[in-house]
């Protein structure tokens, strides 16, 4: 399994840029768990304190933070962000810490690192667990977001939506203008379910956004045209055991585009959490953290 991995928070050198990462429950000597977190440019705050404690209570756990996300650092070039050179990153930082194998956890926009990491590395990867992921088309996703955005906002609100949505302009300019007029309410109503649930997902995003958001990075990745192939395309060749694990409320990316992709993916299986929305360790954490550990342990 390579070298033991002890409980530690620092740094590495990867490719050229200094990445935060943060290993817990080392004492386990289990193969680790390596957590990817969302965005693009997102971090690991939140489920630093939710769903990554109750795993490492009985496997190693590590987190890290891509490039230009959270405590790492941004690359020099506004350029240097893309799928593949993330896919490195991820490598780079397995062969650091000299793991083996390894569970590769990816939540909604990590999830599609995950799945390129799983095709080009399939031998280290021991099985695979995807949350609320992503397929690659931000087209598809912009639209999931709007129409979900739309269910979450106030009457009043929804209605400036329903306007920017039919009117003029490109979906980009439409995104951009619905984003621009949502406030955190709505957008914590977006990524739950459970109404109870709410100021606590605020309190958790506001923490969370102290570090700030990484426009390069965001463009870099949600800009660009679709690759040819896409990544459904090339689901068919991931030949690793996986999980989707979704929401039935999840308005974020989709609970479809977690169908369609278990649909592609020929060794894998579908649940759904019945009481949550995109952001299931803030109100099913044990069913969540319970898919994943059985999973795991199968």
Do not use: C
Request: proline share 4%.
């Amino acid at each position: 399994m390579g070298q033991a991995l002890f409980n530690e928070e620092n740094y590495a050198i990867i490719n050229g840029v200094k990445h935060w990462y943060k290993v817990e429950g080392g004492h386990h000597g289990t193969i680790p768990i390596v957590i990817i977190h969302g965005g693009p440019g997102g971090n690991q705050y939140i489920l630093e304190r939710t769903l990554g404690p109750r795993l490492a209570e009985q496997f190693t756990v590590v987190y890290y933070e891509q490039r230009g996300s959270g405590r790492s650092d941004r690359p020099k070039s506004p350029d240097n962000y893309s799928i593949p050179l993330l896919v490195e990153d991820l490598e780079g930082l397995r062969r650091e810490l000299q793991i083996e194998k390894m569970y590769l956890l990816g939540t909604s926009f990590g999830s599609w690192i995950a799945m390129e990491y799983a095709l080009k590395y399939a031998e280290r990867v021991e099985k695979l667990i995807l949350q609320g992921p992503v397929d690659g088309n931000w087209q598809r996703l912009s639209i999931n977001q709007m129409w979900g955005l739309y269910h979450s906002a106030s009457e009043k609100v929804s209605e400036e939506i329903s306007k920017i949505v039919f009117g003029s302009g490109n979906l980009e300019e439409k995104k951009e203008r619905v984003w621009s007029i949502v406030d955190e309410e709505t957008i914590a109503r977006l990524s739950v379910h459970n109404h109870s649930s709410i100021p606590e997902a605020i309190k958790l995003m506001r923490a969370s956004s102290k570090y700030g958001f990484n426009e390069d990075f965001h463009n870099a990745i949600t800009k660009n045209s679709l690759p040819y192939p896409t990544l459904m395309d090339k689901l068919k060749n991931l030949l690793t055991q996986t999980k989707i694990i979704v929401g039935l409320y999840d308005r974020n990316t989709g609970i479809e585009m977690s169908r369609d992709i278990a649909e592609r993916i020929p060794n894998s299986t579908l649940a759904i959490l019945y009481n949550s929305a995109h952001y299931p360790e803030n109100e099913e954490l044990e069913n969540y953290s319970n898919e994943i550990i059985d999973f795991i342990k199968e």
